[in-house]
């Protein structure tokens, strides 16, 4: 027997106010048949990320919204782990962009593209990266099930591609030669970090109990 809970449906609330994030989670969901609502549609708080790691804010996350709400909720904390730059920007990956007036990735990827070239003395040298996803499945009696995935790859300068957001121009995953801003959703929803956590989701809290 598996010493998760299950998800039993039919509704959760996306605990996100990242577009591009909602998009990707709502396309992994699709298969199971939940209705899902977003903290934004909901006009939800965006809580303050006081966690030091992405398990606690993404706990932090879906707590506040399974409980503001009385649904279960789901939350994403995630980012981008440059191993150069001991795994800056990390959780701090969205602050890294901010402008005070909104996000600004281009300059949040020439700012990683600068530290890492510091480090380096130049262009080459090491440019290994990860992207780093912890998924909260929250409910509203405060019970939390927290999944961590992971995808590395190398980061390139200029970026590449359209396709995505964040930093997904300039990260090229392991074993292939396109970057995440050049993919399909479908060919970066078969290896991203946040497919490798919904994976285990899905399993510990989704799948048929009777197979467990
Ligand atoms: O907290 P919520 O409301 O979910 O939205 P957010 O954008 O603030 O999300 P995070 O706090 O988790 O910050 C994650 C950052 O890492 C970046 N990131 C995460 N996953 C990514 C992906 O698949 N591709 C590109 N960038 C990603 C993303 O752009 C954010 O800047
Ligand atoms: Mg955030």
Redesign the pocket.
Known sequence: MSSHRRFTGPKIIVA???EG?VREIRDLLAPFGVETVSAAELDLP?PE?TGTTFRA?AEL?ALAAATAAGLPAL??????AVDGLDGAPGIY??RW?ETGEGRD?AAAMQRVEKDLCAVNGGPNGNRAAK?V?ALTLAWPDSHVETFQGEVTGTLVWPGRGTQ?????PIFEPDGHRLT?GEMDPAAKHAI???ADAFAQLIEACFGDPAAS
């Open positions: 996100s106010h990242n994030k965006e990320e804010n996350k939350s994403d904390d995630s980012g981008l990956s969205a962009a990735f992207f996803c995505g957001f964040g930093y997904d995440f991203s970090h946040r």
